[in-house]
Nanobody, 126 residues
Framework: QLQFVESGGGLVQPGGSLRLSCAASGFTLDYYAINWFRQPPGKEREGVSC????????NYADSVKGRFTISRDNAKNTVYLQMNSLKPEDTGVYYCAAESSVHGMCTMTGEFMDYWGKGTLVTVSS
């Protein structure tokens, strides 16, 4: 059974850090680019970051550049999103999604995703 599970969300104060994990079971992530999306309360889903299948290509939304770092451990079938210097506007449900890798790159475009996790809630508040 294919499963894609996010974890690591929670409540954190502004300026704090969280590390999100995205673990796959039932399939290998080796041939997929992995994307992180988020949906703030009352807003549309937006792309946050993505990493190519080999890890050699990464991309970030302007709003998180310099604060978030995406990485992957294919041996553990897991992708991570390290989030530092968190701001209240980072609040939302964070989803990971897999897309069939195209030349080792990634798109951060929702309609191209093959698999989605159910999300983990991140709340940044004092």
């Amino acid at each position: 059974q294919l499963q894609f599970v996010e974890s690591g969300g929670g409540l954190v104060q502004p300026g704090g850090s969280l590390r999100l994990s995205c673990a796959a079971s039932g399939f290998t992530l080796d041939y997929y680019a992995i994307n992180w999306f988020r949906q703030p309360p009352g807003k549309e889903r937006e792309g946050v970051s993505c990493i190519g299948s080999s890890g050699g290509f990464t991309n970030y939304a302007d709003s998180v550049k310099g604060r978030f770092t995406i990485s992957r451990d294919n041996a553990k079938n897991t992708v991570y999103l390290q989030m530092n210097s968190l701001k209240p506007e980072d609040t939302g449900v964070y989803y990971c999604a897999a897309e069939s890798s195209v030349h080792g790159m990634c798109t951060m475009t929702g309609e191209f995703m093959d698999y989605w996790g159910k999300g983990t809630l991140v709340t940044v508040s004092s």
